[in-house]
């Protein structure tokens, strides 16, 4: 007999290869059929191996998905996604200047935070990963609040606690953001199986990477869900990269991340995470799902990152300079503007007037925000504050720690003020 080999995944372009996606299928926009939400998992688990599309090549939307939004609300959400896009510019260009010490973009995703936010109720709860900040722009959150905590400034209400970028916002539905992978999930299971427990409406979401999926605390929250039938979304973002490994490390080679859900007996769809009608249509179809007591669904987002895992990150050395580009399914933005224009509510000279405001409009933000200073200019909350926001009442030996702590400090003459 011969001998057992080991299959080890290899992405199919490195730097320096010309880029060819024909291998990545993309069927035609309206293809996919749409089952009621009522309907038994077992009965559609097609729709995990396809991809749910709505505006088509020509910017129209198209289809039994297409959610017939208004054209108020398509405005909405591509100015959104285009402030979005504007914010993470600046705060990139921030972290160059020294201003901040890390800051993760979400070019090419704006989508799937966006119009997902757009089609969840505000009292949802949101349990997101480091690229969803769409959801707190796309709820209304003041970015002076987002920048003082990528500052970690005075103004920043986490006090400096937490990694740039990793907000909490619970008056905006938006669970704390945790740099460990796939904390979140269990966490959301917890949060809709207590909603459903007290009897309550509001249901919750959470978001991860594809690589994340192979963590697992996504497997033990898929099984607490399908179990409870919890009335949660999980969001798995495809973006084809976790920093320097490409997706078939999580298992993209062996079947799609959507069909996950098929073993654990929950819905599952497989959307083109670049289309925000699909994306919102999808969202909607499970907040319903969920909402109607129908149980979970797994959503898969198959889109790309069009830059670099963060700050930290330089993708020319793991990666060609081609993708991004070349990545069939275009740009979320790009092909929203497109679907408007299509219907005739919008045109390139306001799209460009919009994009200039919004560029003038973060920064004005950006100097109010930097006005409670910014990162690496010493320490901006006193320092014995360092003890407060983990117990209600602080326990005898945090106390002691703090007043040692304290007494080390000023005796070596270093001046952090004292609340």
Not at 127 to 147: D, H, K, N, T
Not at 240 to 265: D, K, L, M, V
Not at 334 to 348: M, N, S, T
Request: aromatic share 10%; with cysteine.
């Amino acid at each position: 007999m011969p001998g057992l080999t080991l299959h080890v995944p290899e992405p199919k372009f490195r730097p320096g290869d010309a880029v060819d996606f024909v291998g990545v299928d993309v069927p035609p926009a309206g293809a996919a059929r749409r089952p009621d939400t009522a309907a038994s998992a077992h009965d559609f688990t097609d729709l995990a191996y396809t991809l749910v599309r709505v505006l088509d090549e020509d910017g129209r939307a198209v289809g039994p998905w297409d959610p017939k939004l208004s054209p108020d609300m398509l405005r909405r959400m591509l100015r959104n996604m285009a402030l979005l896009r504007a914010f993470d510019e600046r705060m990139f260009r921030a972290q160059r200047q020294g201003k901040t010490s890390f800051y993760m973009k979400a070019t090419g995703e704006e989508a799937v935070a966006i119009a997902a936010a757009q089609a969840l109720d505000f009292e949802d709860m949101c349990f997101p990963s480091y690229r969803q900040q769409g959801l707190l722009i796309a709820r209304g959150y003041p970015l002076v609040e987002m920048m003082n905590q990528i500052y970690s400034n005075r103004g920043d209400k986490l006090q400096g606690k937490q990694l740039p970028i990793m907000y909490s916002a619970r008056d905006h539905g938006f669970f704390s953001i945790s740099g460990n992978l796939t904390t979140q999930y269990p966490q959301a299971v917890g949060w809709a199986m207590a909603s459903a427990a007290k009897g309550d409406t509001r249901i919750a979401a959470a978001w991860c990477g594809e690589g994340s999926t192979a963590e697992g605390d996504f497997h033990s929250a898929c099984t607490f869900a399908a179990v409870y039938r919890a009335p949660v979304i999980f969001n798995v973002v495809n973006n084809q990269w976790a920093i320097s490994s490409f997706s078939g490390f999580a298992g993209a080679e062996a079947t799609t991340f959507a069909a996950r859900a098929i073993g654990y007996g929950i819905a599952g769809l497989r959307v083109d995470g670049n289309d925000a009608l699909a994306v919102y249509a999808a969202t909607l179809w499970a907040a319903e799902r969920a909402r109607t007591n129908a149980g979970p669904t797994l959503i898969e987002h198959f889109t790309y990152r069009a830059e670099g895992h963060s700050t930290s990150d330089d993708p020319t050395q793991y990666r060609s300079a081609g993708e991004p580009t070349a990545w069939p399914l275009g740009d979320p933005i790009a092909r929203l503007k497109q679907h408007l224009i299509v219907i005739g509510e919008w045109d390139e000279e306001r799209h460009a007037a919009q994009d200039r405001e919004l560029a003038e409009y973060v920064k004005a933000e950006q100097k109010e925000a930097e006005k409670n200073g910014i990162l690496g200019h010493g320490l901006h909350q006193p320092l014995d504050t360092l003890f407060d926001g983990v117990f209600e009442e602080m326990p005898w030996h945090l106390r002691e720690q703090q007043a040692q702590m304290m007494a080390e400090e000023e005796a070596s003459g270093r001046p952090w003020a004292r609340k």
